[in-house]
């Protein structure tokens, strides 16, 4: 998607989330900094906001546990700045999930049902339990960005997408969403865990379940 879309934000965020999960860190962070650094016309805001958050941890996790010589102390650093700029800092975060897809003119609204049976969606975006959706993307590859700091243990959070259809005029591939739910960011980096899945789109609207998730 990045070389054929090079002017979205969301083609280099989505290839640094590949390139972090196959140990290619030097490219993820080359990747992480082109977004946080290029003023794109769209959404420029949201991506920048997913990715200082994915950024943020990959950093702290290096400093902390990758052998990186005179470089740890530059990597700490800028982890430490990313992190100041960002809403809660470097706060443990029990749950942050994020949704993107691949195709434009396209509307899907992230749905959390938390554990109390309150739900989070673009229209209660905050919940009493402290659960965030930060915004409601609807033109573009996404993202959408749910995080909450306090979950309770082996209690499921619910987590839905409703699709609302591709209304590009071109319609030439299945709209597909990538899902990546993150456990423990910024906690201890032995709890921290990460799970992607990707899910093909039907042509008409759709209610879909992503996964219960449960620390």
């Not at 400093?63 to 102390?73: F, I, N």
């Not at 959706?133 to 959408?144: A, I, Q, S, V």
């Not at 306090?150 to 005029?169: E, M, R, W």
């Not at 899902?179 to 992607?196: I, K, M, Q, S, W």
């Amino acid at each position: 998607m990045r070389l054929n879309r090079p002017f979205e934000p969301q083609s280099y965020l989505e290839e640094a989330l590949a390139l972090e999960a196959l140990g290619r860190f030097a490219e993820a962070a080359r990747n992480y900094e082109i977004v946080l650094a290029r003023d794109f016309p769209r959404h420029a805001s949201e991506v920048k906001t997913v990715a200082g958050y994915h950024y943020a941890r990959m950093l702290r996790g290096l400093a902390r546990e990758a052998p990186l010589g005179e470089a740890k102390g530059a990597v700490g650093a800028r982890a430490g700045a990313l992190a100041k700029s960002l809403e809660g800092g470097e706060a443990r975060t029990g749950l942050q999930l994020s949704i993107h897809w691949n195709t434009d003119s396209t509307d899907i609204d992230l749905w959390v049902v938390e554990p109390e049976g309150e739900r989070c969606f673009y229209s209660h975006k905050t919940t009493k339990a402290g659960g965030k959706l930060f915004w409601d993307t609807t033109t573009g590859y996404g993202p959408e960005l749910y995080r909450r700091a306090a979950t309770p243990t082996g209690k499921p959070f619910d987590v839905l997408i409703h699709y609302y259809g591709n209304n590009s005029a071109r319609w030439t591939v299945p709209t597909a969403v990538l899902y990546v739910r993150d456990l423990d960011v910024f906690g201890p980096e032995d709890a921290y865990t990460r799970r992607f899945s990707m899910r093909l789109l039907p042509k008409s609207k759709a209610v879909l379940r992503l996964g219960k998730e449960t620390r």
